[in-house]
């Protein structure tokens, strides 16, 4: 038989092939299933039963078997494959293991039952009245990527759907369950060593910092090895474990460290040197490291054979392919393909720092995915945001379905999904991928960021008459389908992207059509339109489960009540609105440095990129002049918490005010709260306020303390600190 390699969504080709054979209920009712697998056998039977309406026999053999099907072990291929093939009276499925047969199973109902696993919540089975199959032909399918991963939790708590879409559903398969990232911490913990032994950890400008390890250190070398084997020993079905950095760029820079780094022209160099002599004491199992931030470049030195790198595609631009836009990231990638051929990638694909806002990266995910199979990558780890995100069963299932044949056509494979998925709404969400991509091409160059937010493309994609033709677009998708129906439901939930967005526009308060408030009569009102949204936001998320903002653990319960404080806020008559700040302090990057940020009207979010104005290694001295002397009663300004990030509270706040910005009379420090320390909060908000009783004063002086550098127990250790400052409230 002649054998093709093709992808499996193009049945046009078969489809017109002179040679085929049309097969009704009656004829194929007169089909046996032949396979030692019942289980296969049975899945096989319960989609012709609900589609054509018939269940075969299932035998073990050919005896009296005229026509059948044949699911068939080919164990003598050691590669993974598939293959189907068709005559006149048989159709014989094949795989080399019971995984592979499943998938061509799965293949075969996909490509000739129409069948359909769009998520966990919906799988289409047509009923149909026959299929039609080519004669003659073998389809022969070898993956390219061996361990395909997309990090959602469709998959992971779902073992049969990801199955179905030919993914893993574990993020590490056959890791050490406590060591899969990011674990030179876990072998040698800061809080047992670091004190009697400074010397195991990195030299950073002549402090030892537990940031990372020293990879010299001979003793640290033993420690790891014995942490390694008990680790092991614990885990004794487990092949795999990570001995890489922790997640920072504070590696060791002692004169050993350095020597090598300089010799092999990469930090990876030390790296190497360290995992491979981890390597050799565990010839039986495989240890995966990082090619990631500071080591992501190769170095001369090759990987031991059992030696897994994982390269990160950390910075790249997500808004245009890496070939084009990261091509130091490409070149590395070529590098370590010339090291070693056993590399997994990591890559990633939504906004951590907001998982549900807008992220138009639909035209980088199959070229990027084609990248790193031209480059022989077997293992492939799309970390999407696990949690539910922007469109999220479309992006997990896209995924999936890229890593299984990075040939696919993406636009069909948004088609065939919105179709089926969203109903009649389909339509109007294909349409708002297009446009929002479409505006997102029309505003390059354009950094779309893994940790960026929905305000820094406000005058871009997210630009007012966007947002408001995206959500018109979701309210004729809702209207084209019934209110009692699922597709009603996953409308609702496909549209909090611009819900939040929306929500994040109101805030910023900086166009007219959305408005935070409206003052009537000197009487600050928020808008109702606001209140609306942010109380259907809240339902939705709720009716559906969808607890997360962030990877920092911000939920979304955490961002209605801070939105609702910041509306008590907003809602107050503001003496200081938009009266003129000055600065003692000079603030850093954010904001655009602008000092009127603090008196500006909008409202600061949950990201350092919305509306905060930051200082980095020193403090907030800030005085606001109200234009003539005014009578106050209290005093209150907002500081936002990123403890990953290095940006934590003030220490203390203090406010002063005058009449001549000469004197001043100083109120008690406020102290910080929530003191920090390694349980703090990630992610968070929080107001200084002063009760002022009748004070008649022109000028506000407010002074915010930073604690200028990262402790020596953060990830930052010795790096300058940073405090975030909003709005100052007068009333």
């Known amino acids: 038989m002649k054998q093709l390699i093709i992808s499996f969504l193009i049945i046009t080709t078969l489809s017109c092939s002179k040679k085929q054979i049309n097969l009704d209920h009656k004829s194929l009712s007169e089909y046996t299933i032949v396979t030692d697998n019942r289980a ?55 795989g080399n293991n019971s995984k592979m047969l499943n998938y061509g199973v799965y293949e075969f109902l996909e490509m000739y039952l129409g069948v359909r696993w769009y998520s966990t919540d919906l799988t289409l089975v047509p009923e149909i009245s026959s299929i039609t199959i080519p004669l003659e032909k073998e389809i022969v399918y070898k993956p390219s990527v061996t361990t395909r991963t997309v990090h959602s939790r469709l998959f992971y708590d779902d073992s049969s759907f990801a199955d179905k879409l030919k993914v893993s559903n ?47 250190n001979e003793k640290v070398l033993g420690i790891v090895k014995d942490s390694v084997a008990s680790f092991f020993k614990k885990n004794d079905l487990s092949s795999v474990i990570s001995v890489s950095q922790d997640d920072n760029t504070q590696y060791c820079m002692c004169d050993a460290c350095s020597e090598i780094d300089k010799k092999e022209g990469s930090p990876a160099g030390s790296m190497i040197y360290f995992v491979n002599k981890i390597a050799k004491s565990f010839p039986e199992k495989t240890i995966s490291t990082l090619a990631y931030q500071y080591t992501r470049k190769p170095p001369i030195t090759k990987p031991e054979s059992n030696v897994l790198i994982t390269l990160c595609s950390i910075e790249c631009d997500r808004s245009i392919p890496i070939s084009e836009g990261c091509i130091d990231f490409q070149n590395d990638l070529k590098g370590w393909s010339k090291l070693t051929e056993n590399i997994r990638i990591w890559d990633y694909t939504t906004q951590f720092t907001n998982f549900l806002a807008p992220f138009p990266n639909w035209a980088t995910i199959k070229p990027n995915i084609n990248l790193f199979v031209e480059n022989n990558a077997k293992w492939i780890f799309e ?38 998925y969203y109903g009649l709404g389909g339509v109007f969400i294909a349409k708002y991928i297009d446009e929002i991509q479409f505006q997102l091409n029309e505003a390059k160059p354009f950094f779309l960021f893994l940790y960026g937010d929905p305000s820094q493309a406000f005058d871009s994609y997210l630009s007012p008459k966007n947002l408001t033709y ?35 526009a109101y805030r910023k ?15 600050t009102i928020i808008n109702p339109s606001v209140i609306d949204r942010l109380n259907n936001f809240y339902r939705v998320t709720s009716k559906n489960d969808i607890v997360l903002m962030n990877e920092m653990g911000f939920t979304v319960e955490e961002y209605v009540i801070n939105y609702r404080n910041a509306l008590k806020l907003a809602s107050k008559n503001n003496l200081a609105s938009y009266k003129k700040v000055s600065l003692s302090t000079n603030p850093k ?33 800030a005085v606001i002049d109200l234009d003539s002397i005014q009578v106050i009663n209290n005093l209150s300004i907002n500081f936002l918490q990123v403890t990953n990030h290095i940006v934590f509270y003030p220490l203390h706040v203090q406010f002063e005010i005058s009449n001549d910005s ?55 250790a010795d790096l300058p600190s940073w405090i975030f400052a909003d709005e100052l409230i007068v009333e």
């Not at 959305?514 to 009487?523: A, C, G, H, S, T």
């Not at 600061?604 to 919305?610: Q, T, W």
């Not at 320390?677 to 000028?699: A, G, H, L, M």
Request: glycine letters at 4%.
């Open 470 to 504: 995206y959500d018109d677009l979701f309210v004729q998708a809702l209207a084209s389908v019934s209110k009692q129906s699922d597709y009603y439901i996953r409308i609702e939930r496909a549209r909090l992207s611009i819900d939040y967005a929306i929500l994040e």
């Open 509 to 523: 308060n900086f166009s007219t059509q959305y408005p935070l408030k409206f003052i009537d009569n000197e009487v």
């Open 383 to 420: 970390q999407h945001s696990n949690n539910p995100s922007e469109l999220f069963e479309l992006r997990s299932y896209l995924m999936a379905k890229l890593l299984w044949n990075s040939d696919l056509d993406v636009n069909m494979i948004i088609k065939d999904f919105t179709d089926g």
């Open 40 to 94: 296969i056998a049975d899945t096989l039977n319960v989609y012709l039963k609900k589609s054509l309406g018939i269940e075969l026999p299932i035998k073990n053999d050919f005896k009296e078997n005229n026509k059948y099907i044949h699911l068939k072990y080919n164990s003598d291929i050691i590669n993974d494959f598939i293959s189907l093939s068709f005559s006149n009276y048989a159709i014989t499925i094949q």
């Open 170 to 216: 574990e993020a590490f398969p056959n890791y050490v369950p406590n060591a899969r990232v990011h674990t030179f911490h876990r072998f040698i913990p800061y809080n047992k060593f670091h004190d009697d032994h400074p010397e195991y950890y990195a030299l950073r400008n002549g402090k030892r910092l537990a940031t990372q390890l020293c990879l010299t």
């Open 589 to 621: 990057k954010y904001a655009n440095e602008d000092s009127q940020v603090l008196t500006d009207g909008a409202l600061g979010g949950n990201s350092f990129y919305s509306n905060w104005l930051g200082f980095e290694g020193n403090d907030l001295d």
């Open 662 to 716: 000469v004197s001043w009379r100083s109120f008690p420090v406020i102290l910080n709260k929530s003191i920090l320390n390694p349980k703090s909060k990630v992610n968070d908000i929080q107001t200084f306020s002063q009760v002022v009783n009748n004070e008649k004063v022109r000028y506000i002086r407010v002074k915010g303390e930073n604690i200028k550098k990262a402790p020596l127990w953060h990830h930052g």
